[in-house]
């Protein structure tokens, strides 16, 4: 249904219906963003998932010719 349907469809209801659907509306914006905000991560969620070994930053053995 394009918005020009949509806007027939609306326009051709009674006052009281308008403000229905003008609820659901917002219950379905509200509904969204609660889903949205639900799938924000939680820091912290990996812990423990890997270890990083203490000489991370040290220079690796194959690179040694270039330094």
């Known amino acids: ?4 349907q949509l806007y027939s469809e ?4 009674p006052t ?3 403000k229905e659907v003008q609820d659901f509306i917002e219950f379905l914006k ?3 963003r609660k889903q949205n905000a ?3 991560r939680k ?3 990996a812990k ?3 270890k990083m070994h203490a000489d991370f930053d040290e220079p690796l053995e194959d690179f ?3 330094m």
């Open 1 to 4: 249904m394009t918005d020009l």
């Open 10 to 13: 609306l326009s051709s209801l």
């Open 16 to 18: 009281d219906l308008k």
């Open 30 to 32: 509200t509904k969204a």
């Open 38 to 40: 639900s799938k924000q």
């Open 43 to 45: 820091f912290g969620a």
């Open 48 to 50: 423990g998932f890997f």
């Open 64 to 66: 040694k010719d270039y």
